[in-house]
């Protein structure tokens, strides 16, 4: 085919305001997709964040859209977006599944003629799946709830795996997830219960519902002798990890199922790819037009001796070709592979799948069949809108045929030497025509195949980033080991749940223990090793978690945390598998932590990841001999609203008028255990104000003494089962963390025994008392020995006589006394017929012998000797270890409240900064100034006037947690006020104020 080679024109540019003024477009690609008027109860959206790859996808065909930048991610990655457009094309060539149509005026029928393809770029062909709401996602969650700040929070979530309220429910009203659940790679066994990756979402579209209008989607267009519904449903799972190696991709898996009457051939599926690099980020829309396009289907490594089978094509900057990049941002690549197709029709005489065999009895999957390339003003339905169908049909099954001279001229592209290969055009071409670059799209598919009426096939494919290149092909290579492990691989623990707590310069963080019962489903190790903390004031999404760590070629590989805590295992240093990664010093664990480094005002954002130990080169960690790899670390999270281990927090003060909260512990009747129990309040704002009963349970793990705690209000068990009872921290609950000391057995407790008088003088005896137990399990009891005139007979040896009788304070009885053997200073008869210093003295209590107390002088010769008289008392407190259903114990709290104001609460009201000078250090966009009133009460009103008394603004604060309001320095019409001096003030609902006056130096 004759071409002639041309150079791109420049667009026009024109500014438009999409979103925020903050953004410019080109107008010709404002509006990149014609809407259809498809069926809105049933449409709904999906985050995959999980990863640093962060998109969306809805399921009216849009697998990636710019529409609504810059909040709703579209292959946002470090920052930045790069696929504004990505969407799924099906077609069939004409056959008898051509319909046949009657003409609106004449009445007269006709056979619709020409291929139809399934497609969203040109139109809208695809919608939700009837019934989506209430069969597929539940529409009890929003976008809204996960993110915020855009135009579609009240948009339903599809079913999302870490959002069970996003779930449907089944015909009893419970919870269900639609999708796949896992796969063992190594048994082929179903994990009901399990899912495969971080994040999952789960929808379905089909080409042939009825829109709003009650049309077909895939007769929307009203274009009545074109394209027709090819009665094809998709089900579409769509996987997002945080694990390391996993985190810049995400897996599409698509099931095609032809539920029309026609058995298909001649069918091909493929995308429509429409990527700049980069096109914007969350203040700015550069909307690249200078990439170069390419494909890969297979490619030899020698070093590995090996070929890798890629079946990818991407989107790159042409700045390859100097090295020459702006920031690493253009040196991204966003590609799309493909993992599964259908397979090959038999004896097709072609080796699809790059093995070096030809038609193998088990079949060939397709793999990459067609590439083409052309300019956005070119993509199909353009050039001839008469002609869509037709021509994307040609273009996605590589058919040169019938073109027309324009046609000609926009599809189908040979090598630089004139040679034409109909189903790859050539990237060469690309680059000697367009040194600079163009705004590239490409269409690449895979076929023909055949689909019978009721038969399902799959298509899987991965949308995936590399921080350059080679990045790109290492992530493929991991993408396609994972597809063949059924998308699973070594995972890291569990992510915690994490909550943030403000404070007065600083920033308290707590969270729970899910991460340290995890077992890696490769290995089957409960493999857990520690916690890292990160901290940011930039929004999560840019990815800057403070100082980078880079490996030998200088690619970043992750970022310096700002607390570490493992497990005293010997498992520290650098990872030997990636000594970029440090797998920390044996700290020990904890489960709060507090951050002293912050301003109040500051808007941070705190992560807390768990990782593993990874797969260890020794038999002791690793006696299954699995290969080594490195440490596992979950994802940081780029959402507040939906990563449980991300949180926003402004650190600051309680108001004014606050009053904190408190807890008290008492224990309930019968019980004796009296080990130390401290409550310590994490965090003051989740303190319910409940009551909770402390028990104790020795039969979940028999031999091994456990606690739980129950809210008596809810009679839930808010802690389950927590083995620390050794001073560790135990779980938190509700704001508070218990700290249990259990006694390992009876003994006195000298701070709480001692001498004292009956009269309530005070002691003067020096004696000692020694406490000993008399058998093996004797009772728990405290014991008051006291010297009286009458004293006690003991039973043993006969007639023998103490000046003193020993009372259980438990029982309330007096203990029958023996005294034997008598101390060794005993040297007359006189003093061995009488009680002396250092004879032993055992009690007999129900017919046992439980305790022996030795009385003896004080062996400090430098202590005057002063033996004990009448009215002399020592009472012996001992150590009791809890016993399960014996001791109770209440703790009793009371919820935080804010008090009536008082003057001198107004008089801490501030204004900060004060004076204004361009902005404050706690504004993290530039385009958002603003002061701070800080130290307000509860609730109050705060009004803004010049010096000539003219209201500027009215400030509404009202919350129990937080003193501080801030003010956009915008008055009453939206606009910027002057610099100058302003008085403010503040005044409560019962009349009290606050005047002040503050400063704006522009």
Not at 129 to 151: E, I, N, Q, W
Not at 345 to 369: F, K
Not at 565 to 590: A, E, S
Request: hydrophobic share 35%.
């Amino acid at each position: 085919m004759a071409r002639r080679f041309w150079r791109w024109l420049p667009v026009v540019l024109v500014a438009l305001s999409v979103a925020s003024n903050s953004f410019g477009a080109d107008v010709s690609k404002q509006s990149k997709v014609l809407h259809k008027a498809n069926k809105t109860i049933d449409n709904a959206v999906g985050i995959l964040d999980a990863g640093k790859l962060q998109h969306a996808v809805f399921n009216d065909g849009r697998l990636s859209t710019w529409d609504y930048r810059p909040k709703v991610p579209a292959a946002f990655y470090k920052g930045w977006s790069y696929i504004p457009d990505l969407s799924l094309m099906i077609g069939v060539p004409e056959g008898p599944w051509n319909p046949t149509r009657k003409d609106p005026e004449t009445g007269e029928e006709y056979k619709i003629k020409g291929p139809s393809v399934s497609a969203t770029f040109v139109g809208g062909d695809w919608g939700p799946k009837a019934g989506s709401l209430g069969k597929l996602h539940s529409g009890d969650m929003t976008l809204g709830d996960v993110l915020s700040g855009t135009a579609l929070g009240s948009l339903p979530l599809m079913a999302t795996s870490t959002l069970p309220e996003s779930w449907p429910k089944d015909e009893n009203g419970n919870r269900r997830w639609p999708g796949p659940w896992a796969i063992d790679p190594n048994t082929g066994e179903t994990l009901v219960g399990q899912f495969t990756a971080d994040k999952e979402v789960f929808f379905a579209m089909t080409d042939y519902d009825l829109n709003n209008n009650g049309v077909p989607y895939a007769d929307h267009d009203a274009l009545l002798d074109q394209g027709f519904p090819l009665g094809l449903e998709l089900d579409v799972w769509v996987l997002s990890y945080g694990r390391s190696y996993a985190e810049d991709f995400l897996f599409f898996v698509t099931k095609i199922i032809n539920n029309s009457q026609w058995d298909y051939s001649g069918m091909y599926v493929g995308f429509y790819d429409d990527s700049d690099v980069p096109e914007y980020n969350l203040t700015t829309t550069i909307n690249d037009r200078m990439d170069w396009m390419t494909y890969i289907l297979s490619e030899y490594d020698e070093q590995n001796d090996t070929t890798y089978n890629y079946n990818m094509a991407f989107i790159y900057d042409y700045r390859y070709g100097t090295g020459e990049f702006p920031s690493p941002a253009y040196k991204v690549v966003p590609a799309i592979k493909l993992l599964e197709t259908p397979n090959a029709p038999a004896n097709d005489g072609i080796d699809n799948d790059h093995d070096g065999v030809v038609d193998e009895p088990e079949g060939e999957q397709l793999g990459l069949t067609d590439w083409h390339w052309f300019e956005w003003e070119n993509r199909p339905g353009s050039v001839d809108p008469s002609r869509t169908e037709l021509i994307t049909y040609k273009v996605i099954s590589g058919d040169t045929s019938g073109l027309k001279p324009e046609e000609d001229d926009a599809y189908f592209w040979p090598a630089p030497d004139g040679t034409l290969d109909p189903h790859f055009d050539s990237p060469e071409g690309i680059q000697e025509m367009f040194p600079n670059g163009l705004d590239c799209v490409f269409i690449m598919s895979s076929g023909p195949f055949d689909l019978a009426a009721g038969d399902t096939t799959t298509f899987a494919f991965c949308l995936l980033m590399g921080d350059d290149i080679d990045d790109a092909k290492f992530n493929a290579r991991t993408a396609q080991f994972m597809y063949e492990l059924n998308y699973m691989g070594a995972d890291p623990p569990k992510t915690p749940h994490v909550v943030a707590v403000p404070g007065d310069g600083k920033v308290t963080l707590y969270w729970d223990r899910v991460a340290e019962e995890s077992v890696d489903i490769m290995t089957g190790y409960k493999d857990f090793e520690g916690y890292k903390i990160y901290r940011t004031t930039s929004p999560p999404v840019n990815n800057e978690w403070g100082q980078k760590i880079y490996d030998g070629t200088g690619q970043e590989v992750g970022f310096l945390p700002v607390a570490q805590f493992d497990l005293k295992d010997g498992i520290t240093g650098l990872d030997p598998q990636y000594p970029h990664l440090d797998r920390g010093k044996d700290t020990g664990l904890v489960h709060t932590w507090t951050d002293h480094n912050v301003k109040n005002g500051v808007t941070y954002w705190y992560t807390v990841t768990a990782y593993d130990r990874g797969v260890l080169d020794d038999p002791k960690w690793n006696p299954d001999g699995w290969p080594a790899l490195n440490y596992l670390e979950t994802a940081k999270g780029n959402n507040p609203g939906s990563d449980p281990n991300l949180v926003e927090v402004v650190p600051g003060t309680p108001p004014s008028n606050f009053v904190e909260p408190s807890v008290s512990v008492k224990p309930l009747e019968g019980t004796l255990g009296n080990g130390p129990i401290n409550v310590v309040i994490i965090d003051e704002f989740a303190v319910t104000g409940h009551k909770y009963t402390l028990s104790f349970d020795d039969t979940t793990q028999p031999g091994t003494l456990l606690y739980d705690v129950t809210d008596q209000e809810t009679g839930q068990m808010v802690v389950k089962g927590a083995k620390e009872i050794s001073g560790e921290e135990g779980p938190i609950f509700d704001g508070l963390r218990l700290e249990i000391v259990n006694y390992p057995g009876i003994e006195i407790l000298e701070d709480s025994s001692g001498w004292y008088r009956a009269d309530g003088s005070e002691p003067k005896t020096t004696w000692l008392v020694e406490m000993k137990s008399a058998s093996p399990n004797p009772p728990p009891a405290d014991y008051e020995i006291r010297f009286t005139d009458e004293g006690t007979d003991a039973f043993a040896p006969r007639g023998f006589h103490v000046p003193f009788e020993i009372v259980n304070l438990v029982t309330g009885e007096k203990a029958d006394i023996g005294v034997f053997p008598q101390s060794p200073t005993d040297s007359t008869d006189e003093m061995k017929a009488t009680w002396t210093s250092g004879d032993v003295v055992n009690l007999r209590e129900g017919g046992k012998f439980t305790y022996k107390f030795i009385i003896k002088q004080n062996p400090d010769t430098t202590v005057e000797n002063i033996p004990p008289t009448t009215g002399d008392i020592y009472k012996a407190v001992t150590t009791k270890p809890f016993v399960a259903g014996r001791d109770f114990y209440e703790v009793d709290t009371e919820h935080f409240s804010v008090r009536k104001v008082v003057s001198e609460d107004l008089e801490k009201v501030r204004v900060v900064p004060n004076p204004y000078i361009v902005s404050t250090e706690w504004e993290i966009d530039p385009n958002e100034p603003s002061i701070h009133f800080t130290n307000l009460p509860s609730e109050c009103t705060i009004s803004i006037f010049t010096l000539t008394g003219e209201k500027v603004a009215r400030l509404e604060h009202k919350s129990e947690t937080n003193s501080t309001e801030p003010w956009n320095m915008l008055n009453f019409n939206n606009q910027e006020v002057a610099y100058g001096l302003y008085l403010y003030v503040v005044e409560t609902p019962d009349g009290a104020k606050k005047v002040g006056k503050f400063s704006i130096i522009r």
